[in-house]
Structures are given as structure tokens and as C-alpha cells.
């Protein structure tokens, strides 16, 4: 039995390995017939320790997430993906991703990258990656190898 995937999630931070989930949630939301759903998550607790805390902090990463989600958004497009929009939500990502979206769009796939961009919060409580596999409510499919299926690694300029 061939499992049929209809609305697919894509968490993106700019990091590579997002990239390399976003390709490859392309290519499967292409064989499923799928729609595509991505979704940049702020997170806003980075923000709370700062004592000058100022709005344009947050639309300078809104405004560089729009940036990022448009020109994915253009490149699901060209592939032959139709139905793909994103979101940008504020918060704590893991439960958003794991559990807020999923439900509020009838998400049945996660595909997320093995690491993101915030190495320290990895360190202190344990990455998003891992959250979001160990308590979705759907599948998740963790993003490691590239297009060929060979180990991701950054080319050098990157």
C-alpha cells in the first residue's frame, strides 16, 4: 500500500538543510498531487531578554523571511506545484510546527530539516527537529540527504 500525502508542511529558517527539505517536499508534493504549505516561524522568546526591545527587530526578520518564503514560493511554482502558499507565525516553533498548523491545515506530512539555524537553543533544550518527530500529530519525514540522496553538505560559497 502506497501512502498518499494531500497537505504538506515545510518548516523553513533560511539554513540549508530547510533548503534541502523544501526540494525535496517539491518533488513529493509533485508525485502526491499535493498541496504545500511552508512555514517560517519567528521565535519571539528570543526577543523577550532584550532590554531594548524594538518592533523593526522583528519586521527586519519578517521582512527577510517574506524575502526567502516569495522566492520558495517561485521555485515550488516553476517545479509545477500550484497550490503552495506560506505562513509566518510567532511563537514558540516547536509547537507550532508540531502541533498548531498541522491541525489548523489538516497537515499530514511534516518533511523538516535534521538541523536549523539555532545551534545554542540545540544545546540548552533540545533541537525543533527532534520535538517536532517525537510529538506531531502526523508523519514526519527528517530531512539528511540531498536530491541525490547523498549526505548533505554545504558547498563551499554557501
Given at each position: 500500500?502506497?501512502?498518499?500525502?494531500?497537505?504538506i508542511?515545510?518548516?523553513?529558517?533560511?539554513?540549508?538543510?530547510?533548503?534541502l527539505?523544501?526540494?525535496?517536499?517539491?518533488?513529493?508534493?509533485?508525485?502526491?498531487?499535493?498541496?504545500?504549505h511552508?512555514?517560517?516561524?519567528?521565535?519571539?522568546?528570543?526577543?523577550?531578554?532584550?532590554?531594548?526591545?524594538d518592533?523593526?527587530?522583528?519586521?527586519?526578520?519578517?521582512?527577510?523571511?517574506?524575502?526567502t518564503?516569495?522566492?520558495?514560493?517561485?521555485?515550488?511554482?516553476?517545479?509545477?506545484i500550484?497550490?503552495?502558499?506560506?505562513s509566518?507565525?510567532?511563537g514558540?516553533?516547536?509547537?507550532?510546527?508540531s502541533?498548531e498548523?498541522?491541525?489548523?491545515l489538516d497537515?499530514?506530512?511534516?518533511?523538516?530539516?535534521?538541523?536549523?539555524?539555532?545551534?545554542?537553543?540545540?544545546?540548552?533544550?533540545?533541537?525543533?527537529?527532534?520535538?517536532?518527530?517525537?510529538?506531531?500529530?502526523?508523519?514526519?519525514?527528517?530531512?539528511?540527504?540531498?536530491?541525490?540522496?547523498?549526505?548533505?553538505?554545504?558547498?563551499?560559497?554557501?
Open positions: 500500500m502506497l501512502q498518499q500525502y494531500n497537505h508542511l515545510v518548516p523553513v529558517d533560511g539554513s540549508y538543510e530547510a533548503e527539505a523544501f526540494k525535496k517536499a517539491v518533488a513529493v508534493a509533485k508525485r502526491n498531487d499535493a498541496d504545500l511552508l512555514v517560517h516561524v519567528v521565535d519571539t522568546r528570543a526577543f523577550q531578554n532584550i532590554s531594548s526591545f518592533t523593526t527587530m522583528v519586521e527586519e526578520v519578517t521582512d527577510t523571511a517574506k524575502k518564503l516569495d522566492k520558495y514560493i517561485q521555485e515550488a511554482k516553476d517545479s509545477g500550484s497550490d503552495v502558499d506560506y509566518i507565525e510567532y514558540a516553533p516547536k509547537t507550532i510546527i502541533r498548523i498541522p491541525k489548523k497537515i499530514d506530512l511534516i518533511m523538516i530539516g535534521a538541523t536549523g539555524l539555532n545551534a545554542v537553543e540545540r544545546l540548552l533544550i533540545g533541537s525543533v527537529t527532534e520535538y517536532v518527530t517525537r510529538t506531531a500529530v502526523c508523519d514526519v519525514l527528517v530531512v539528511r540527504t540531498d536530491q541525490e540522496n547523498k549526505p548533505a553538505q554545504k558547498t563551499t560559497g554557501e
